[in-house]
């Protein structure tokens, strides 16, 4: 397989993790991961995703007042359009300034590169905690993952790779 990259824009909100998720199973499926390798980026997905909605849901805490006190109206731009190079990008988006995570899949003859962003129309700067369940949660990642890191450059809060394991 060439190079292909998709880009997932989702809200950051926890109703939108198994998204992810699919949209992770299917294109590391379609790559050529085995099964076992399939879960352990479906179970690393889940694990950043959590971890940076639950630094926003800190950082909410934290503020004084109610940011918007109600649910967000969301429509669809799922059309899978992409550029002339091969890239798709695949969208429910955010009607009301909503924070956006930023999932960028890249797919190359022997791995799959994930890279997490936040869009966020504050001030915010995502993180990922340190706090014993966050903590627990990036150990598993380390350990699933080939190459994991958190706050790589700017912009990006967190990359992994996972090589493509060869059939013997």
């Keep these: 397989m060439d190079l292909s990259r998709f880009k997932l824009l989702l809200p950051l909100k926890a109703e939108f993790v198994s998204v992810a998720r699919l949209t992770g199973s299917g294109i590391a499926n379609r790559a050529g991961f085995d099964f076992d390798a399939i879960e352990d980026i479906k179970v690393v997905l889940s694990e950043v995703c959590n971890s940076l909605i639950n630094d926003n849901e800190n950082r909410n805490e934290k503020d004084s007042g109610d940011r918007n006190g109600s649910e967000s109206d969301y429509s669809g731009n799922g059309n899978g359009n992409g550029s002339a190079s091969g890239d798709r990008e695949m969208a429910v988006e955010p009607q009301n300034k909503d ?5 960028d899949f890249t797919v190359s003859n022997d791995s799959l590169t994930v890279d997490f962003a936040v869009d966020s129309p504050g001030t915010w700067t995502p993180s990922i ?10 150990m ?4 699933l993952m080939d190459e994991f890191e958190v706050n790589p450059r700017d912009g990006c809060v967190v990359s992994m790779v996972k090589y493509i394991a060869e059939i013997e």
Excluded: K
């Design 99 to 103: 924070i956006t995570l930023i999932i």
């Design 129 to 138: 905690n340190t706090d014993d369940e966050d903590e627990y949660g990036l």
């Design 140 to 143: 598993i990642a380390q350990i």
